[in-house]
């Protein structure tokens, strides 16, 4: 069934906007060294056209020959980066310049921005090429059509073992591409039952067809692949990467899959992880396991993303030399260098688990002769699972910004991942998708910016988080003044209040078993994941330093001094890295259950302060919208308060500390 409503089309709403001049060029579009039949030019003309029609109400018109004057001209210029494209206007023409047709996609995308936005083209000048080869969505989908981590419905691309095409495949194709996303792993990198059988004959029609929709979005296909599909596909009795007998089943598998799937990129690996197959369950190394795969899919030009998820997850909790922190650095530095020149490692933002707030891995510019890309978490696991408002981007950023110090220049994690620092084509960032069969896409009309942010920011990680979020708001609601500047300053603060009133100073976790929303603060305490807070009557954190489990010793200096150092050491991730008493002061001269308190009492403030800045914004956005969110905000500032008394109670109750201000702790 074809869904009806503005929020099926997100920022490609296209609804009618003021013309600003922009209108005038395109009544003859002429494209020059571009084959019209191209599948991707054929989309962009077409978005162009729908995009023009619905916004500006004019139907612009294909010209066999360069228009002498007012008109747009679509060129083939060779000498600017790959996907990269150049517009200009003078002399009454407007001008995309690309040297591919994902260039042209992209620039055509971003004049249908700059009129969404009312911005005039008239005098423009820019060339813009993505920062990083791989824009990656994951999705976590599994084929009984439910999403693991997933808070927008179930799955658009699979149902009861089916594989779904539809209306959603080609609009998600759209939206990813106009936010320069170029690859997408389809499904759960958990791969069990049905889902192993993709790479099968059962799948190849429908994969096949997926896999041409994106190639007209110029996306790449992936898949997630079961390392042990040999053993549960009818091939040899192991997945031992030495074993002559599984290689050659493998061999034989790529040559079919890569001759029935076009637009293939290659897979997405999560190997000897929470329970997983891999290479470790024969006594071989990641490299192994890796190494073997990418070099069979080599001729075929594919990809071996190989994810540094693995760690440790039957630990005893009352271990405490054992520290999953340190788990992906341990497992991965002894083999940099080792790996296939067709490997890509993915390795997560933090070293735990996308917590709101944790310290960047070590491996991201620890590794320095490895192919290296960067995971993040759209999906909001957790961070408030798309009830709860928390725009991600300034979280994103704040990694990309992060100075790792593996060179004496262009070091940042945004240098590392995008290939700047050590010269590497085959790089750049993947977000575990936010998206599921919501009318609205995301569950929350507002996590759209996320979806929207990640696009874009990996795309141009220079952009900064407000920028994005100014654009989100323009596209997908209106230019109003009023509407953008509060929206914008919902999101932007949106992460720190859902920081103060859930974990305190980057320890994290705390949450609910399995669901992982809500509070739950010794959920995981006394359990097998290695996610402790370590609180006792006196005092909470973990030590990570040189005298705890030594995790900081695995960042390049200064960093691993300024986090070895209570006093140095960045004070929003305090207790991530030391183990300190209640009543230790922090900068602000408060004591650490003072700031706990006060913390927590503020976020619950500050979300009933979005409800009274949200409310401001009735009948000045769509009405459907504005009841939507108002109906979230009214779980979040549930989900805010039982946090804040939960957390504040336990703390209260461990410490025997009262409240400065005397307020209700229970
Ligand atoms: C896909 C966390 C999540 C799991 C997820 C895993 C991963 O542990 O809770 O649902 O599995 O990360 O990234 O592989």
Avoid at 241 to 255: G, M
Avoid at 558 to 573: F, G, M, T
């Amino acid at each position: 069934m074809k869904e009806t409503g503005r929020w099926t089309q997100l920022w490609l709403a296209y609804d009618s906007r003021r013309d600003m001049g922009n209108g005038v060029y395109f009544a003859q579009v002429f494209f020059d060294g571009f084959d019209i039949m191209d599948h991707r030019i054929q989309n962009a003309w077409a978005e162009l056209a729908e995009g023009l029609e619905r916004m500006l109400g004019i139907s612009p018109v294909n010209s066999k020959e360069a228009p002498a004057d007012g008109g747009f001209i679509v060129r083939r210029q060779e000498g600017i980066k790959a996907e990269g494209y150049g517009i200009i206007q003078e002399d009454g023409i407007l001008t995309l310049s690309a040297a591919d047709e994902n260039g042209v996609l992209y620039g055509v995308f971003h004049i249908l921005r700059q009129i969404a936005l009312e911005e005039p083209l008239e005098g423009v000048h820019i060339t813009c090429h993505p920062d990083n080869p791989l824009r990656m969505l994951n999705h976590w989908d599994n084929m009984d059509g439910s999403i693991e981590r997933g808070y927008s419905g179930r799955s658009f691309f699979f149902e009861n073992g089916e594989i779904l095409v539809d209306e959603r495949t080609r609009d998600y194709a759209r939206f990813a591409a106009s936010v320069g996303i170029n690859g997408v792993v389809l499904n759960n990198v958990n791969v069990k039952d049905q889902a192993t059988w993709l790479i099968t004959d059962r799948y190849f029609d429908k994969v096949s067809e997926i896999a041409r929709i994106f190639e007209g979005y110029g996306i790449r296909l992936f898949l997630s692949l079961n390392y042990a599909a040999p053993l549960e596909l009818g091939g040899p009795d192991s997945a031992d990467p030495l074993d002559k007998a599984v290689i050659s089943w493998w061999k034989e598998k790529f040559t079919e899959v890569f001759a029935r799937i076009p637009n293939l990129g290659g897979f997405l690996v999560k190997a000897d992880s929470e329970g997983r197959p891999g290479p470790f369950t024969y006594g071989r190394t990641q490299a192994d396991g890796a190494n073997m795969l990418a070099d069979l899919v080599k001729p075929y030009g594919g990809i071996i993303i190989w994810r540094c998820f693995v760690y440790n997850c039957t630990q005893d909790w009352r271990d405490r030399k054992t520290d999953r922190a340190r788990a992906g650095y341990d497992n991965f530095i002894k083999m940099d260098g080792d790996y296939h020149d067709n490997v890509i490692l993915q390795i997560k933002n933090g070293p735990m688990d996308f917590q709101i707030r944790e310290a960047v891995s070590p491996l991201l510019g620890g590794l320095m002769r490895t192919n290296q890309m960067l995971e993040v978490q759209a999906a909001q696991e957790y961070t408030g699972q798309q009830i709860d408002l928390c725009y991600l981007i300034p979280l994103f950023k704040e990694v990309l910004d992060f100075k790792t110090y593996c060179k004496p220049e262009l070091d940042t994690v945004a240098d590392v991942v995008s290939g700047r620092t050590f010269g590497n084509k085959l790089c750049g960032m993947a977000a575990v998708s936010n998206t599921g069969n919501d009318a609205n896409w995301t569950g929350n009309d507002l996590a759209a910016a996320n979806f929207y942010g990640f696009g874009r920011l990996a795309f141009s990680t220079s952009l900064t988080a407000e920028e994005i979020a100014s654009e989100w708001v323009g596209m997908t609601y209106s230019n109003d003044e009023t509407v953008k500047q509060t929206i914008v300053r919902l999101l932007m603060g949106s992460r720190e209040t859902y920081e103060k009133y859930t974990s305190p100073l980057g320890i994290g976790w705390m949450v609910t078993p399995n669901t992982h929303y809500g509070p739950s603060v010794d959920g995981y305490e006394y359990s097998r994941w290695g996610t402790y807070h370590r609180a006792d009557h006196l005092g909470l954190g973990v030590d990570r330093t040189d005298t705890g489990t030594g995790y900081v010793r695995q960042y390049h200096e200064p960093n691993a001094s300024r986090y070895n150092s209570v006093e140095k050491c960045p004070e929003e991730l305090l207790l991530f890295f030391h183990h300190l008493p209640y009543t230790y002061r922090l900068k602000s001269g408060k004591t650490l259950i003072q700031h706990i308190y006060d913390s927590h009492f503020e976020g619950v403030r500050e979300v009933e302060e979005m409800i009274r800045v949200w409310e401001s914004l009735k009948g000045k956005i769509p009405e459907d919208s504005y009841a939507l969110v108002r109906e979230r905000f009214e779980r979040q500032l549930y989900n805010a308060r039982e946090w804040r008394d939960q957390v504040n109670s336990y703390f209260y109750r461990k410490s025997g500390i009262a409240d400065e201000k005397n307020r209700e702790i229970f």
